[in-house]
């Protein structure tokens, strides 16, 4: 069971951020030449219990992810869109999305990443 309080979730993301930004700056330098080209897109990180099952949002976890700032989306899932990384590329963002959703696994969560091209 995942139990943390709201401080605890605000670092665990600040820290799950703070890697999605270095992959994706990585990506962009090793794969791109440090130039946003290529596909554009969007991608997110799909979070979800230790179990896979989704959070509810009157649980302790869903108040406390809520509080931490996390928001669910349209089919009430606890997702973190791409904030780590500005320009327009989806290799770029899913290579963040993926280190993101590693870092969160390493708490105890699950978490799968989802993108579209735009």
Known sequence: MIDFTAKD???IFQRASAA???RSEQVLNDEFNGEDM???GFAWVNIFDGD???IRGNTKLGKQLKQAGIERD???IYSQWCN????QNIDIKEAGAREFARVL???GFTAYTGSRLD
């Open 84 to 87: 780590w990384y500005n320009g």
């Open 9 to 11: 979730l605000e670092v």
């Open 74 to 76: 349209y089919n009430g």
């Open 52 to 54: 896979g099952k989704r």
């Open 38 to 40: 290529g596909m554009c």
């Open 105 to 107: 696994e390493g708490y």
């Open 20 to 22: 999605a930004r270095a």
